[in-house]
C-alpha cells in the first residue's frame, strides 16, 4: 500500500457504508521530464499569454475568460461563476450503482487506477466486499464526483486482498473502432500461429520482467551529462522488414525460439 493518501470518503453498497482511503498507484517522479532554457544562459524560460489580434500584446490573467469553440474561430463564454455552478459537487461517498462480469468491460475503457485501503473501523467490511467480488467474479461499477467532475469507476479486487478504483472512460469518450476488413487465414497458418502463440505464452503476468528501456536510456545520459560527460547516439536497432510469406515467418519464429530454450 502506498505510503500516503491522497482521499478518504465511504464505498457504499446498499446499506452497506464502507471508510476508505485511496492512495495513487503510480509515481510521478518516476517519469522523466525535461525544462525549457534559454540556450544562451541555460536558465529557465516562462511562457507568457499573448492575444495575436492586438500585436501580440501581453494579456495578464486576470484579464482573461474561458471560452468554448462553437465554430471555427467563434466561442461562447463563461464567467467563473458560471463555470462553478455546473461542476459537480465533491462528496465523500463512492456509490456503487450495479455489478457486473469482469470481463464484460473491455480494457479500452481503463483510466487512471487507484488504491483503496479500509479506514478505521473499515476493514471487516471492506474485507467482506473484496471477497464477494472475488467470489462472484463480478467488479463494482460506481459513481465518484471529485474536482468537480463526475467519474465512473470499476471496483475490482487485486493482489489478493485488495481493492482497486479503476476510472472509466465514458462511452462517448471513445473513438469509433476502426473498420478492420477480416482477411482469409489458411489453416495451416492459424496452426503454425496458435503454436507461436503457444509456446512464448505463460501462465501468470510477471510485471516486473519488463523495464521501461527508454527511460533508463533517459537517466544513463542524465547521469553522463551531470557528472561532466558526453551523451553519445544509441546504438541503431535492427530494422525488422515486413514479410508476406506468413508460413515462412512463423516457421522461422518457432525455430528461433526453440534455439533460445
Known sequence: M???????????????????????????SKEVSFNMLHAACKCRVKQRLVCPECSDEEVPRAQTVKGYEF???????????????????????IEIEEFVPLESVDPVYFGSAYYLGPDAGGEKAYQLLGDALRSTGRVALAKWAARGKQHLVMIRPF????????????????????????????????????????QNSSDEFHP????????????????????????????????????????AALTASLKKKAEEK
Open 2 to 28: 502506498a505510503d500516503r493518501s491522497i482521499g478518504s470518503g465511504t464505498l457504499s453498497f446498499g446499506m452497506v457504508s464502507i471508510p476508505i482511503r485511496t492512495y495513487s498507484s503510480g509515481e510521478s
Open 71 to 93: 465554430a471555427k474561430g467563434k466561442y461562447v463564454t463563461f464567467t467563473a461563476e458560471e463555470l462553478k455552478t455546473m461542476e459537480e459537487e465533491t462528496r465523500k461517498a
Open 159 to 198: 493482489n489478493g486482498t485488495g481493492m482497486v478504483m479503476q476510472q472509466l472512460r465514458y462511452a462517448e469518450e471513445l473513438k469509433p473502432a476502426l473498420p478492420i476488413q477480416a482477411s482469409e487465414v489458411s489453416e495451416s497458418e492459424l496452426k503454425l500461429a496458435v503454436k507461436l502463440v503457444n
Open 208 to 247: 516486473e520482467k519488463y523495464k521501461d528501456e527508454v527511460r533508463n536510456r533517459y537517466l544513463a545520459a542524465i547521469k553522463r551529462k551531470v557528472e561532466g560527460g558526453e551523451v553519445n547516439d544509441p546504438e541503431a536497432g535492427t530494422e525488422r522488414t515486413e514479410t508476406l510469406d506468413l508460413m
